[in-house]
């Protein structure tokens, strides 16, 4: 498992999926197994973003588990748009100090701002570096917590859209590595997290096609939070006209809806793997979540 | 600032909330039901007697089937209302096209038809004006503004992309004034002027030193195109900034409510009353924060529910009961998120609570819309 590069596991999705929840879940899962892991966390602004204490990094459900079995941790990255840059330069330019005094003028921003995908592409490189076999400091797995899906597309298409606008040089060499690496299904696994409400499968399914023509391997996409199945099918017409329990009618109802749903979803991308609503928010459906793990690795190893 | 008298911070109706309010901005993570809710308010205030517009960004397919919006280039839409609300009030959908707005700013502050054309077939202008970068939710405003100017409605509702926080919503107008900045982009654009105008000879030696380091890592054409979007998009900046600093005016307008759609879950609320915070910290106050799809209560066990009970096959009676017994931990998951919030918005000038019950279904037709909207606005 250590020879070869790490593998970079992508996952993205909707806002409100639980796209990071997954993402943290495979993370910790992979972990578990004796693979040495990276999370990367990409959203812009989430450095800003307060979260409960307990629903980020290493206290989240899967630290209950991590302690009883000791298992060691996985390394979390945050990354710092300014220091992905300086790192980025660093590397384009090779003088340190340079790439520094760059990033301090005014003008060098509006640049960096306007030259459309030299900000994802920088990203975009900050991530396949930790993939890189010399940088890779016995990392197997870089699972990548990676922007709502509006933001995913852009990012994977940085590259090409800065070879259009800068084809030579040493940026165009930066973006065609990130590229080639993008495009292999051995080396990139796209997940797309949703959940099996109207709104999101749709966006799920705009997400897959976009991501295919940009050319990266064609994503799984996972159903999160499907309602557990507990009345047998010879029964349900009993509950329906009984009206024995408004509860349980509304429970199969919920459930029913969402079945339609993944069965329209699945007529387009094949089967979709699911994973279980959970009734505490703490709980992490770790069953499922191994399943899920061996469906996205076992896909390309 | 004053809140109506004799009434408890927090239990504010929406009624009250709304009082001498021309704008509603809707905000709030992606995926709770923000659309529904803003097609709801709006639909509400119509049946009251006012004349309203909801401008809505990405409604579910149904929905937008429901407001007869359902085509990103859809041409606005009349809602048909109750025959009794008719008389006073009207309701009219639209759907916002960022990429239509964006080019239409365009043609409006160009100096000339062809410096527009110039502009809007430059490949920066394509990749900036795309739905990428957070330009939506600038779009989303400037549309706004377009409408305030133009629109004969009292009340205008807009839905706003998915944020989970202040700088999401924010950095685009930011970035992109950032971005057309004119102390570092005329620069680019017109390096003899430098020269020509009393600037320190410490910025003139950056200038110099920046656009040789950009030419040597991205090549020539990298330069020249920034250059030719900057020179071009300078033309149309000092019509851009005016209309960035009217927007952010509006915003902060007393008769502007920002209303905020969060989800029952303690995680989701934790990050609701940080974002509300972040708003207030920038001068923008969140009137109200309505709790969407709380699971209904249990129907009061019928005298019979026992004995129907007892009829039911064996496996179906312990299947029920499993099914119930998940529905009160959804409500008690649900009711500690709540109550998390109510404890969070105390204070004499908090937005009010309000807690919408879901419906059974996806929110898919006027009458859905309409049982939203009687809810959102029952007297407490």
Known sequence: MRTGPARILFVSGKGGTGKSFVAEALATEATSRGLGVALVRVHAAEATK???????GRATGPRVRREAAQVPAFREVTLDERAALEKFLTRVLVVGFVARRLLDSRTFSAVAAAAPGLRDLVTLTAITALAAPRRRRGLDLIVVDAPASGHSVPLLTAPQRVLEIAPVGPVAREARAARELVTDARRFVPLIVTIAEELAVTEALSLYEDMIDAGVPAPRIVVNSLWPLHLAAEHVDWLLASRASSDAILHHKRRRRQLELITSLEQRVGRCPALPFTFNEEEVPTTAIASLLDTVLGATS | MKQTHGEQPGRRSMTSVLQGKHLVVMVGEGGVGKTSAAAALAYGQACA???????TIDPAPRLGDALGIRDIDAAPRSIALPRRAEATGSLVAMRLDSKRTFDRMVERY????????????????????????????YMAFQRLSELVENAGQDLLVIDTPPAANAAELLAAPARLSGLFDTGALSILA?????????TGTLARASFGFVLAVVERVAGDSLKTGVGDFVRLFGDILSGLEDRTRAIN??????????????????NDVVRAVAFQKALAAIGLRVDAIVVNRLTPPAMPSLPSRAQRLVDAPMQARAAITAMEREMDSLREMESKALCLLRAAMTDDDAPAVIALTSLDVDVATLEDISTLAAELFAKK
């Open chain 1, 50 to 56: 307060a979260k409960t204490p307990g629903s980020h």
């Open chain 2, 49 to 55: 007697g006012h004349d309203v517009a909801v401008l």
């Open chain 2, 110 to 137: 160009a100096p000339t038809r062809e410096a527009a054309e110039a502009l809007l077939r430059h490949p920066i202008y394509e990749a900036v004006s795309g739905s990428l970068g957070g330009s939506e939710h």
């Open chain 2, 190 to 198: 017109e390096p003899a002027r430098l020269l020509t105008r009393a």
């Open chain 2, 249 to 266: 005016a509006l915003l902060r307008s007393r008769r502007t409510a920002f209303v905020m759609v969060v989800r029952p879950r303690s």
